[in-house]
């Protein structure tokens, strides 16, 4: 089914990758790699890591930076920001092109020109034509910090089927958890496949002492990786608290910043936006910064931290980064992507879950009034990240094991 589907609808898929290349400004170099044109011919079997866009980027930083030393890596992404980001933190150091779509034809000319010794795909991206060609052509396949959401496994029973034949072709599977790890199951991985090594993301931050420059001359609230309905809603709420500090918000998807704007402007309250060159002064009361790329120095010095996502139906955002800078955080009732890592920060007290808009406006006032109750939740949740510190060191381990497999093979 899932092959017959893709032969048929090929020319809506190359329109929508059309549409996609204009909008996210990724041009003809995007358009012609997204189709399985344009690669370099890369004669050195580099690590090839995909990382669908910048979120997987940024958990693989350290991954690509630690094998960078010593192999040639290649990065792919699916989206211009992802290739974006890439070339921001390692500029040449690194190969970047665009994964092909999963027609069986553009997948076999990017290998052959790329010629990979393996694959790693960050979290999990389910290919059936991808991975199948990959296992083919001898190139040992493994998805790291692996996790699949609970929507999938609601997926159209075809669908489910095509996920579980793709499953069998991966040599291993390294879940974050034990529940990541049973769903695997459930759609059809064998168990000698999964390896349960933790959230990588954990270990990465376990070592995280960057001092990041303070972006505000004020005291700030952080309202992180919001959706659509939770700035408006929030904002709302943080007026009438009627607080000296400023709410900055950091929207998970910057394109969506003119919605926004529009959405504040009804509150008739001072606002600035970075993309409108407006600075965040003392008459600012909201300041909106629709940058990528931003988050950790914004983490860094708020006085508390909304993480959006999980007011509306999207399963939340990772609170580990936050977490990790020692901040008090809280979030709303559906962080169903990021179950493990909720409850872990629950149980030490690092975190504090509401159920709806009202409980959030009660929590903010609360705690900006106790700044010692916030300084005993950041210090918790710094905690529960160090306790997780091997976690890196189990992932290289297993990696590099891997790549001596591969090389001697």
């Not at 010629?115 to 979290?123: G, S």
Request: glycine share 4%; hydrophobic share 40%; net charge positive.
């Amino acid at each position: 089914m899932y092959t017959f589907l893709i032969k048929i609808l090929s020319p809506l898929f190359v329109l929508v990758l059309a549409i996609e290349a204009y909008k996210r400004k990724g041009g003809w170099h995007f358009f012609k790699q997204r189709l399985g044109f344009g690669y370099p011919i890369l004669n050195t079997h580099p690590i090839w890591i995909h990382c669908a866009s910048v979120g997987e980027v940024k958990a693989a930083e350290p991954l690509i930076k630690h094998f960078a030393h010593n192999h040639t890596m290649l990065i792919t992404t699916n989206t211009p920001t992802g290739a974006d980001l890439v070339k921001r933190l390692f500029g040449q150091s690194v190969h970047h092109v665009y994964l092909p779509f999963d027609f069986s034809s553009a997948v076999g000319r990017f290998l052959k020109a790329t010629q990979p010794q393996v694959l790693w795909v960050m979290e999990t991206e389910l290919w059936p034509n991808l991975y199948r060609l990959t296992a083919q052509n001898h190139i040992a396949i493994t998805l790291i910090n692996a996790r699949l959401s609970a929507k999938t496994l609601k997926a159209p029973k075809w669908l489910q089927t095509a996920y579980g034949q793709t499953l069998q072709y991966p040599q291993q599977i390294l879940a974050r958890c034990e529940s990541e790890a049973q769903r695997f199951i459930t759609l059809g991985a064998r168990p000698d496949q999964l390896q349960i090594l933790g959230n990588l993301k954990y270990g990465l931050l376990s070592e995280q002492t960057q001092d990041y420059p303070n972006l505000s001359p004020r005291e700030y609230v952080l309202l992180a990786s919001s959706h659509d309905a939770e700035e408006l809603n929030i904002a709302q709420r943080w007026l009438k608290l009627q607080r000296p500090e400023c709410l900055v918000i950091v929207p998970r998807h910057p394109k969506r910043s003119e919605s926004i704007q529009q959405q504040l402007a009804t509150l008739k309250v001072p606002f600035a936006v970075h993309s409108l060159k407006k600075p965040l002064t003392s008459e600012t009361q909201i300041y909106l910064d629709d940058r990528i790329g931003v988050l950790m120095p914004w983490f860094s010095h708020a006085k508390l931290v909304i993480m959006g996502g999980a007011f509306v139906p999207k399963g939340g955002h990772n609170v580990l980064e936050p977490a990790a800078l020692g901040k008090c955080i809280v979030t709303g009732p559906d962080m169903s992507d990021f179950i493990p890592e909720t409850e872990l920060l629950l149980q030490a007290n690092a975190l504090i879950q509401c159920q709806d808009y009202e409980q959030l406006s009660q929590t903010m006032q609360s705690l900006l009034q106790q700044p010692e109750r916030c300084e005993q939740m950041g210090q918790a949740a710094k905690q529960v990240i160090l306790s997780q510190s091997h976690i890196f060191e189990d992932y290289l381990k297993t990696l590099q094991k891997q790549l001596r497999k591969a090389s001697s093979s």
